[in-house]
């Protein structure tokens, strides 16, 4: 979707480790898994498509397990999936670690012991704890089984609702599949990707650089 210099690269990759947190995904692993998403998708050979499994949690332990064999580098993906995603091999392991993920988990809880002003509040842990894997769940899931199609792909994707604030835009799986380097995951007049707008002023200002083709 866009470019951007080295500096940057690992500036994005730092944050990325920072606000991901107890939640962080290795982004080579990630980026193999999503082409293969693309490429299967809905198939058999899908990482984590959602007809393939009873429910929900089916489908995401088999994720899980899918990540960790790229994430650990106990497996090879298909050569067209190799290559053009950032690496930090210190990092990444870090940020992998059990020590890593409870460490943001327990700065989480005195963050609340600080500044929850009420005891319900405490219930919203689990899901700092499990972000990555919850959006992951609603995405995949529910961007492949609920809405409305503007694109026949081939496959099952779904544009789940048009004004996606809730995630970000990843709900319009229908426009993302028929259109992959788009940075904007919104097609018709009446659908708006809220990251969009953002990429555009990252863009305006220098710090990436968009396709041309998108702008």
Known sequence: ????????????????????????????????????HHAYSDTEKDPHSP?????VFQMMWRTAQSYKLYEQRLKEPEPQFKGNYPEWRLLD????????????????????????THWWM???????FLMGPIHGAIVNW???????????????SKNTTPFDFFMLGELFQNNHHKRPNSPNFAAKWFEFDPVYPVMKFMHWIHLIRLREAYL
């Open 142 to 156: 529910c961007g492949h089984k609920y809405g409305y199609s503007n694109f026949d792909n081939g496959d099952k």
């Open 122 to 128: 405490f219930l919203l842990l689990p899901i700092h």
């Open 1 to 36: 979707m866009f470019i951007t210099n080295k500096f940057n690269e690992r500036v994005f990759h730092l944050l990325t480790f920072i606000c991901q947190g107890s939640s962080f995904l290795n982004p080579r692993a990630y980026a193999i898994m999503h082409r293969e």
């Open 93 to 116: 392991y870090w940020g992998s670690t059990h020590v890593s993920r409870l460490a943001f988990g327990a700065f989480y809880v005195v963050f609340y012991i600080f500044f929850a």
């Open 51 to 55: 007809y393939f499994f009873r429910d």
